[in-house]
């Protein structure tokens, strides 16, 4: 078995090394901040664009509404959900040159 995971100073303890080690697993760590290989990055900066960007709600029932309003409008569309989300196995050099130019 291959565990894929970052790199947390916890997950790079020599306790856990041993003990995957043990058990025959194989710890192979993600690069540092490797958000075009976890979709589920991208969910949540798409969930704070349209939530909480520069938004104070009055109480946290206002906030659970607007990200349960977030849920419905996302889950509405599959395919623009599956099209943000899309796990990128490689990068583009153009597009990262726009997106580190910003």
Request: glycine residues 2%; contains cysteine.
């Amino acid at each position: 078995m291959t565990l894929v995971w970052d790199g947390a100073p916890d997950h790079r303890a020599q306790e856990v090394a041993q003990a995957a080690s043990a058990l025959e697993i194989s710890l192979e760590p993600l690069p540092a901040y490797s958000p075009d290989f976890m979709p589920v990055e991208h969910l949540w900066q798409w969930l704070r664009a349209n939530v909480t960007y520069h938004t104070c709600y009055n109480s946290k029932a206002e906030l659970i509404e607007q990200v349960s309003q977030f849920q419905q409008q996302i889950n509405g569309c599959p395919f623009n959900l599956a099209d943000r989300l899309w796990v990128k196995t490689h990068l583009d050099p153009e597009s990262e040159k726009l997106r580190v130019s910003k």
